[in-house]
């Protein structure tokens, strides 16, 4: 790979056939890291959102977001904007934010509430279920009718209170997926959850630099001193082993949930369709320790069905660009959005009970401290790997098989996905670090 890797390749040099050359050298070494190239190629970047971003599940936002009849707010991706909206008949849609005259945006607030969307071009009038209701003086127009010029909509899944979107019409159901984790999710009941916090680090780095930092802990004792002390996910298997099984032993107990130690392993190739990505798996923090807090104690009231704690930790995917670390008195979901070849938002959400009042129930401060401090210290560290991956002479070496193995799954699917293969595998039953021994799967 090193003729590939140690120069710049010019945008003139830069086409189809040189990334499928790449896709096909890189394919070689299954155990290697990516080369520059898939971090700097503006027709991989281009690539990727064909056939990555727009054909995934895509995290959106929280119910509670849009409670009400004429509720909406935007989320966007890279040059996209999506009107996320509550109908008068209760549905929640994805419409695309852009006018079927002239493609203006129809909408310019981040949220809010309105009976219709308003072109501020032309003045074409949209309803909340994205339906065009007036086009100024295009009766003139023969045949025009205004059932055809509605805003175009992106597929949308809400479960646990959790909005999905996908722009591809014949995505995979991805409520279907979500389903097959209900056990685990939905006795935290994340419907009727509050939004504590939400905060955005905007970190100048490739979204895969970002995202890959989030899927392996090898860095985790090195960087994350605050995170490592409460959790085994830094520590090698043969180690931390015995701590999960006595936590799985004492889980439904404590939590009073059954099947919360079950494990459900669908992520990357093995999702039960192409970006439909679901996963949990309970793994233990280090003795004595009851949350994710600065000292490992509580810092709200207890979510949804949990009547205790068994000193584990829930952990989740949704789609490829999604996650989530579930305490039992708090939840945060992690998103990844990318804007360009250099710049990734990182967004985190921290979820508490919905009855829980902030200075009453829980300190805002207390509860978003260790998340807040760890990705302070994930954005220095992203940042100091795109600068060292911009070096002529970087050269990926070898991914660790235990740490890193689950950024060498997602490298496979990367890979496949830019070849133009959507296919998914079977799942297989693997003995791995973030799951249990029995590694007990939901078919």
């Known amino acids: 790979m090193t003729a590939l890797n140690q120069h710049f390749v010019a945008d003139s040099e830069d086409n189809l056939a040189r990334m499928q050359q790449a896709v096909a050298e890189q394919m070689r070494d299954r155990d290697a890291g990516l080369?520059?190239?898939?971090?700097?190629?503006?027709?991989?970047?281009?690539?990727e959102l064909?056939?990555?971003?727009?054909?995934?599940?895509?995290?959106?936002?929280?119910?509670?977001?849009?409670?009400?009849?004429?509720?909406?707010?935007l989320y966007e991706i890279d040059q996209e904007?999506?009107?996320?909206?509550?109908?008068?008949?209760?549905?929640?849609?994805?419409?695309?934010?852009?006018?079927?005259?002239r493609g203006s945006r129809v909408c310019e607030e981040l949220q809010g509430n309105c009976k219709t969307f308003v072109?501020?071009?032309?003045?074409?009038?949209?309803?909340?279920?994205?339906?065009?209701?007036?086009?100024?003086?295009?009766?003139?127009?023969?045949?025009?009718?205004?059932?055809?010029?509605?805003?175009?909509?992106?597929?949308v899944a809400v479960r646990f209170g959790l909005i999905f979107i996908n722009f591809d019409p014949d995505a995979y159901d991805f409520n279907a997926c979500l389903e097959q984790v209900d056990g685990q999710l939905g006795p935290y009941h994340l419907e009727n959850a509050k939004i504590a916090?939400?905060?955005?680090?905007?970190?100048?780095?490739?979204?895969?630099?970002?995202?890959?930092n989030y899927l392996e802990c090898y860095h985790c004792e090195t960087a994350h001193r605050a995170y490592s002390k409460l959790h085994t996910f830094k520590?090698?298997?043969?180690?931390?082993?015995?701590?999960?099984?006595?936590?799985?032993?004492?889980?439904?107990?404590?939590?009073?949930?059954?099947?919360i130690e079950k494990a459900v392993y669908r992520m990357f190739r093995e999702a039960p369709g192409f970006g439909s990505c679901v996963y949990t798996s309970r793994y233990a923090l280090f003795d004595g320790y009851l949350s994710g807090s600065r000292d490992g104690t509580p810092v709200a009231p207890l979510m949804g069905?949990?009547?205790?704690?068994?000193?584990?930790?829930?952990?989740?995917?949704?789609?490829?660009?999604?996650?989530?670390?579930?305490?039992?008195?708090?939840?945060?979901?992690?998103?990844?959005v990318p804007f360009g070849n250099n710049k990734t938002d990182m967004e985190i959400v921290w979820f508490v009970n919905g009855d829980a009042v902030e200075g009453v129930d829980y300190d805002r401060e207390a509860l978003v401290w260790l998340w807040h401090v760890t990705t302070i210290e994930d954005k220095r560290i992203m940042q100091l790997n795109a600068a060292g991956v911009n070096s002529r002479f970087f050269e990926p070496g070898p991914q660790h098989p235990e740490f890193e193995d689950t950024p060498k799954r997602f490298v496979d699917w990367y890979l496949h996905a830019l070849a133009g293969d959507f296919s998914v595998i079977p799942p297989t039953v693997r003995t791995h670090r973030t799951s249990s021994c029995e590694m007990t799967e939901h078919p």
């Open 35 to 47: 080369m520059q190239y898939f971090y700097r190629s503006s027709v991989v970047y281009q690539r």
């Open 50 to 73: 064909d056939n990555l971003f727009f054909k995934s599940w895509l995290w959106a936002g929280h119910v509670s977001q849009i409670p009400n009849p004429g509720d909406f707010f």
């Open 81 to 101: 904007s999506v009107i996320v909206a509550r109908g008068n008949d209760g549905q929640v849609r994805a419409l695309i934010n852009s006018c079927r005259h």
């Open 119 to 155: 072109c501020p071009y032309h003045g074409w009038v949209y309803g909340t279920d994205g339906a065009l209701r007036g086009a100024r003086h295009m009766d003139a127009m023969p045949g025009f009718r205004k059932e055809d010029h509605g805003l175009k909509q992106a597929r």
């Open 197 to 212: 916090h939400r905060e955005t680090y905007s970190v100048d780095a490739n979204w895969k630099i970002a995202l890959g």
């Open 235 to 259: 520590d090698r298997e043969e180690v931390v082993a015995p701590i999960n099984r006595a936590m799985w032993e004492r889980a439904e107990r404590e939590t009073g949930v059954h099947d």
């Open 305 to 336: 069905d949990f009547k205790g704690y068994d000193g584990g930790a829930g952990d989740c995917q949704f789609g490829p660009l999604t996650y989530m670390l579930n305490y039992p008195d708090h939840c945060i979901l992690f998103r990844y």
